[in-house]
Every structure is written in structure tokens, then in C-alpha cells.
């Protein structure tokens, strides 16, 4: 995704498309995105739209057997790391990590650990680290 997205705007392009508009691909979203998209992979998570990349927004599916409305509502309460749940009929289904903007790589690896340690408090099965790591040999 890095190569491609960097190549699109370097011959010009306002918008990388992947089945949907990634528009105006800036150098500090891009390794951000990549990263929590690796992160997300490791954990054996489903990407939402896994052809349709975003620079402001990671979609992930709700693994199955887990609460997704507690997932969000665990992380924003007991830990302080807020995401954003899927609204109408993806309420429950899906959830949203934000990576655009002021979002750092700092930001995304404690938003990163805590829903790690949320999904295990909730039983999904994972090897605890992966996601972390795969995050961060990203942001390297």
C-alpha cells in the first residue's frame, strides 16, 4: 500500500484508489495507516473493507463471539482510548480506529495495547503481542 499510494501521488494524483477514494495521500498518514492495517492483520482480524484503504479512518470487523458495543464502551471507559463503533447496520459489527491528522505513532500504539488487552478481557482468542509488533516493525 505504501509503494502504490506514494507512486499515485508522486505522478500527480490528488486520490489513491483501491475500490474507493483515498484522497490526497499525505507522507505522515500513509506509514500510519500501513501500520494499523499490519496490526490489525496479526490479531487475525478482518479488515471491513479490506480493498478500500482510508487515511482517516481504519474499519475493522467484530470478531465473532465478541460485544463489539462493549469492546468500544470498555476501551473509552475503563482505559481512556476512545474508537468509534459502527453506526446503523453495522452497529456492533464493526469498529473504527482513527488515524488521520494529529494522530501520532505514539497515539496508535497505546490505542493498539489497549485494545489488545480489551479483546482478551472479552475472550478473544490471539497471541497477545502480535498486533503491537507487527504495528511497530510497521512504523519502523
Excluded at 482517516?56 to 481512556?80: E, H, N, Q, S
Amino acid at each position: 500500500v505504501l509503494h502504490k499510494a506514494r507512486q499515485a501521488r508522486d505522478a500527480g494524483a490528488s486520490r489513491f484508489c483501491m475500490g474507493a477514494a483515498w484522497r490526497s495521500p499525505k507522507d505522515r498518514d500513509i506509514p500510519k495507516v500501513a501500520a494499523m492495517i499490519a496490526g490489525v492483520k496479526a490479531l487475525g482480524l478482518e479488515l471491513f473493507a479490506p480493498d478500500a484503504y482510508s487515511e482517516a479512518v481504519t474499519a475493522v470487523k467484530v470478531p465473532d463471539g465478541i460485544d463489539g458495543g462493549k469492546l468500544v464502551k470498555t476501551m473509552r471507559d475503563k482505559y481512556g482510548v476512545a474508537l468509534a463503533g459502527g453506526q446503523s447496520q453495522l452497529k456492533g459489527k464493526i469498529f473504527r480506529i482513527a488515524t488521520m491528522g494529529y494522530i501520532t505513532a505514539d497515539d496508535l500504539k497505546k490505542g493498539f495495547e489497549v485494545l489488545e488487552t480489551v479483546l482478551a478481557e472479552l475472550g478473544y482468542a490471539f497471541e497477545k503481542g502480535m498486533g503491537i509488533e507487527a504495528l511497530n516493525n510497521a512504523l519502523k
